[in-house]
């Protein structure tokens, strides 16, 4: 079970950025996924979940109405579509995976157990 994640970069405040997540070793019909974020100094958070098999997703509010999380199954992949960035939303991304947990509240609010290498995106102007 492996997830490669990528898409960071530098980008402006008010800004938009698509993170890719390629999922292997497992199919995105069962699991949920989601995105996480870690800024410097800061605690790790989850900023985005969906689960695979319902489509039922959990944003907190910080993020609500800017980022949007999606899956191409075809692809295998999982998407973190990000408007309107802030510099606070400056930090690493992952994309994350519990294989056996299906509720994507659930992912949000744990520790997951398989994770992707994190990309960094950076909000600055």
């Known amino acids: 079970v492996q997830l490669q994640a990528s898409g960071g970069g530098l980008v402006q405040p008010g800004g938009s950025l698509r993170l890719s997540c390629v999922a292997s070793?497992?199919?995105?019909?069962?699991?949920?996924v989601g995105w996480f974020r870690q800024a410097p100094g800061k605690e790790l958070e989850a900023v985005s979940c969906?689960?695979?098999?319902?489509?039922?997703?959990h944003y907190p509010d910080f993020v609500k109405g800017r980022f949007t999380i999606s899956t191409d199954k075809a692809k295998n992949t999982i998407y973190l579509q990000m408007n309107d960035l802030k510099p606070e939303d400056t930090a690493i991304y992952y994309c994350?995976?519990?294989?056996?947990?299906?509720?994507?509240?659930?992912?949000?609010?744990?520790?997951?157990?398989?994770w992707g290498q994190g990309t960094q995106v950076t909000v600055s102007s």
């Open positions: 994350a995976t519990e294989l056996g947990l299906s509720s994507s509240y659930a992912l949000c609010h744990r520790r997951p157990r398989t």
């Open positions: 070793g497992f199919t995105l019909d069962r699991p949920a």
């Open positions: 969906l689960s695979t098999n319902n489509d039922i997703t």
